[in-house]
C-alpha cells in the first residue's frame, strides 16, 4: 500500500552492492541500498532502496560500490508492509533521476541519463 510520493535529496553510503536486472524490452535497472546517517550522533541511519533505469543504471552498476558516499536525487515513495513475522513495517524507495559521487575520484558533478560522462 503506498502511503506517499515526494522529490527528496539524500547524501549517504551505499550499504550493498549494485545490482543490474535485464529486461526484455533490453532496458535495464540498477539498485542498491543507502543509509543515511541521523542527524545526531547516537541516531539509527535510515536506509533507502535506489533504482535507477536506463543508462544510469549502467553508470551505477560500473562504478558504484559498497561503503562509497554518494548525493541521491529522485522520486520517494514510502510503503508499508506487514513482514514475515507480522510486523508493520514502512519502505523507503526511491527512484533516482541524479546521482553525484562523493568519494573522492574523478569528477563529482551530477550524473542523469541525458547526459555524457566526463571519463
Do not use: C
Amino acid at each position: 500500500m503506498a502511503a506517499g510520493l515526494a522529490h527528496i535529496s539524500l547524501i549517504g553510503n551505499v550499504g550493498k552492492a549494485p545490482e543490474t536486472r535485464q529486461f526484455d524490452s533490453g532496458s535495464s535497472s540498477t539498485t542498491f541500498t543507502l543509509a543515511v546517517a541521523g542527524r545526531k550522533k547516537d541516531a539509527e541511519s535510515t536506509w533507502y532502496s535506489i533504482r535507477v533505469f536506463g543508462k544510469l543504471a549502467e553508470i551505477v552498476q560500473q562504478y558504484v560500490v559498497k561503503g562509497m558516499k554518494v548525493f541521491v536525487s529522485g522520486d520517494l515513495e514510502m510503503r508499508t508492509y506487514v513482514d514475515k513475522n507480522g510486523n508493520n513495517r514502512i519502505s523507503y524507495d526511491v527512484t533516482a533521476d541524479h546521482i553525484n559521487f562523493l568519494t573522492p575520484k574523478g569528477d563529482s558533478r551530477p550524473v542523469s541519463a541525458e547526459e555524457d560522462l566526463p571519463f
